[in-house]
């Protein structure tokens, strides 16, 4: 028992980043009919926007200090970062040690500003092209961004530590009635599912509660109709694609303590959830959430020693399995709507 629980607390995280990418793709692809294979490239511009800031806060210049000598007895040289000479010692360590959730507010103007220049600048030239079109040029495009953070940062990946006080372990077993030390999980993987719950749920309500959001899902559904009331909504499309960039731009953040990020990682989750997608279903939003925390948790069981020494390799390609099951059963996902991508 204790290890199913295990295996579903981290499928729901890694669900979480799937649901949160996916969620993205869906927004572009319902309101723009733009299949975006750079989006994956979104989401790790999201997470160096975590590295950039933590280097910022840490820039730092050299000081002698008398408490501090070498074997010989002279002075050493010690850093000091910036932050902590112009905000004092306790806040600039603060900021340093904030630098991952500081991140967001960092994040959110570049990211819209991306979704727009790429949106406004590449892709509305593809809008009335084929899918096949749309895929490689925003491929091309996710590539281009891909080497420039590989020239930029290197090829390794960066540790990018979370704060110190959720860089421990909470033991589960002991609240759910098990010993202690049996059910371990991090802190900080619990705060990025409860964050991805809260994005999900912001963007559901603006998209539910709000005039725009209501424009936006009339568009989505019939977008002849609302231009022909004048409404501009070429425009709020344009910002819905900010918004989406938004939101793997921080999914990015957000993930950056959990998996260090690297130049590639954005191509890594691309084309599983691209699966997610189709496999919620083509413009489904719900479809999309509710597929990514599916696949994340069979992946996670599928990762269990028992299993992978009954079925080799089953954690490599489970999700491609769930998929093909699902789309034989239902060929256009657990949500789809009847019309979209069937031209």
Not at 229 to 242: A, E, P, Y
Request: glycine share 10%; with cysteine.
């Amino acid at each position: 028992m204790d290890a199913i629980i295990l295996q579903i607390l981290n499928g729901l995280d890694k669900g979480s980043a799937y649901a949160l990418i996916a969620l993205g793709l869906t927004l572009i692809f319902g309101t723009l009919g733009v299949v975006n294979f750079a989006h994956g490239a979104l989401f790790m511009i999201g997470a160096f926007c975590a590295v950039t800031l933590n280097k910022i806060f840490n820039l730092s210049y050299e000081v002698i200090d008398p408490t501090k000598k070498d074997f010989l007895g002279n002075p050493l040289k010690v850093k000091v970062p910036y932050v902590e000479s112009w905000f004092g010692p306790d806040f600039g360590h603060a900021l340093i040690d904030w630098s991952v959730p500081l991140a967001i507010l960092f994040s959110i103007p570049i990211m819209i500003a991306l979704g727009f220049i790429m949106e406004r600048g590449l892709i509305k030239h593809f809008y009335k092209r084929p899918h096949a079109d749309q895929i490689l040029v925003t491929f091309g495009l996710a590539i281009v961004l891909q080497e420039i953070i590989k020239s930029n940062f290197g090829a390794n990946p960066i540790q990018t530590p979370a704060p110190e006080m959720f860089r421990g372990s909470f033991d589960f077993g002991t609240m759910l009635g098990f010993d202690p030390n049996v059910i371990i999980y991090p802190y900080w993987r619990m705060v990025y599912f409860a964050f991805a719950a809260i994005i999900i749920g912001g963007v559901f309500a603006f998209l539910q509660f709000t005039t725009f959001g209501m424009v936006v899902r009339a568009g989505m559904a019939d977008r002849a109709t609302v231009g022909l009331l004048g409404i501009n909504i070429d425009k709020r499309f344009t910002i819905m694609f900010g918004l989406a960039a938004a939101v793997a731009g921080l999914a990015g953040v957000m993930y950056a303590p959990i998996n260090s990020p690297n130049y590639h990682m954005g191509m890594d989750f691309l084309v599983l959830s691209f699966v997610v997608v189709v496999v919620g279903g083509m413009g489904s939003l719900p479809g999309a959430v509710a597929a990514g925390f599916l696949l994340g948790v069979l992946e996670s069981f599928a990762s269990m020693n028992a299993v992978k020494q009954l079925l080799p390799g089953i954690d490599q390609i489970i999700i491609y399995l769930v998929a093909i099951v699902i789309l034989l059963a239902r060929p256009r996902g657990l949500m789809g709507r009847k019309g979209v991508m069937e031209d």
